[in-house]
């Protein structure tokens, strides 16, 4: 196997996981979304945020390929590939598992405004959370994209 191969099957992983992970995420939410729909049907613009903000792993990941693209040459070295590799797999698995667990949030903050509880902007700041950590690996890519 070439390293370029070994970079571009982890850059796969890094799009497509927290792609799927931020498809399961608005989905959770979503569904969450259309049953609050049928109680408090006034309060759609919050449940919109609140089923779009599991996307922006999604959003990460790719982004993820456009920080560490300028490595992806024919004759990169197999550490660079290790890094490239190691790099999107830190985000491509902390994107999948973090767009999942925020959709819960989500879902459970939506469930609240449905039921007549003003809690948008405490669901808002209980599903950053778990965001963080997605932000974390994006900064964990750009700072091993710098070090190569």
């Known amino acids: 196997m070439e390293p370029i191969i070994f970079s571009y099957t982890g850059i796969g992983l890094m799009v497509g996981l927290a792609g799927v992970g931020s498809a399961f995420g608005v989905t959770i939410a979503g569904n969450a979304a259309i049953g609050a729909l049928k109680k408090n049907p006034d309060a759609f613009g919050n449940y919109m945020v609140l089923s779009a903000l599991p996307g ?50 989500c879902a459970n903050g939506i469930a609240g405004i449905g039921s007549g509880y003003d809690v948008f902007g405490k669901s808002m700041i209980l599903a950053v959370f778990p965001e963080l950590y997605a932000i974390v690996s994006l900064a964990g890519v750009f700072m091993i994209g710098n070090a190569i």
Do not use: K, N
């Open 56 to 105: 922006t792993q999604g959003l990460y990941g790719f982004l993820g390929y456009f920080l560490l693209q300028t490595h992806l040459t024919p004759d990169m070295t197999w550490s660079a590939a290790a890094a490239v590799f190691g790099a999107s797999l830190m985000l491509a698995l902390t994107g999948l598992l973090s767009a999942i667990r925020q959709g819960q949030v």
